[in-house]
Nanobody, 126 residues
């Protein structure tokens, strides 16, 4: 069992940077593969980035690859998403997700995660 709380969202100008965080309580975060998803206005929730339990493996959506970086600090029970070179297309509610796993795999499908945070709004202005 784990509870996830996102933070760090806000308003940023295009070209700027922002880092959102996801803090976990309950079971240690190290037991979970973690992911970031986002839901733009009027669209379905989509995959952004994922990271394995140890942080040794990552995966990114093509739309954010090279601009976003997912990382985790299991000692702090926190996963991060560093977002650079933001554009208006990045505007969305950003959610972190967790799934208990005994393996060091990354997961990119919404259906692979069964724990979700409430989300944090990221708005990029032009």
């Amino acid at each position: 069992q784990v509870q996830l709380v996102e933070s760090g969202g806000g308003l940023v100008q295009a070209g700027g940077s922002l880092r959102v965080s996801c803090e976990a309580s309950g079971r240690a975060l190290s037991m979970y593969a973690m992911g970031w998803f986002r839901q733009p206005p009027g669209k379905e929730r989509e995959f952004v980035a994922a990271i394995s339990r140890s942080g040794g493996s990552t995966s990114y959506a093509d739309s954010v690859k090279g601009r976003f970086t997912i990382s985790r600090d299991n000692a702090k029970n926190t996963v991060y998403l560093q977002m650079n070179s933001l554009s208006t297309e990045d505007t969305a509610v950003y959610y972190c997700a967790a799934d208990f796993t005994l393996l060091g795999a990354v997961k990119i499908s919404r259906d692979e995660y069964n724990y979700w945070g409430r989300g944090t709004q990221v708005t990029v202005s032009s």
